[in-house]
Nanobody
């Protein structure tokens, strides 16, 4: 059982930056694909960024390419999402998801609220 705790959310101005962190416990995440999702009110949950277990491959939603960067520190059992050039449409609850490489379903954190507004 993996527990995930997100942090780093808050209020940012358009054009600003935030760095989210997802700290895992209960297991080492070195064999997990790590994902960041987001969900805005009235919208479906959206995959924002993903990173392979070794961190060698990353993928991003078209809406965040060039602005967001996912990274991981397996020694710290933590994954990060650096968000730059934030836009109001980035406002959502951001959720961390950990999927072990040997199966298709994984674990979720509780989420952290990101609000982009002037």
């Amino acid at each position: 059982q993996v527990q995930l705790v997100e942090s780093g959310g808050g209020l940012a101005q358009p054009g600003g930056s935030l760095r989210l962190a997802c700290a895992a416990s209960g297991a080492t995440i070195s064999n997990y694909i790590m994902n960041w999702y987001r969900q805005a009110p009235g919208k479906e949950r959206e995959l924002v960024a993903a990173i392979t277990s070794a961190g060698s491959v990353t993928n991003y939603a078209d809406s965040v390419k060039g602005r967001f960067t996912i990274s991981r520190d397996n020694a710290k059992n933590t994954v990060y999402l650096q968000m730059n050039s934030l836009k109001p449409e980035d406002t959502a609850v951001y959720l961390c998801n950990a999927v072990p490489v040997w199966r298709s379903w994984g674990y979720w954190g509780q989420g952290t609220q990101v609000t982009v507004s002037s």
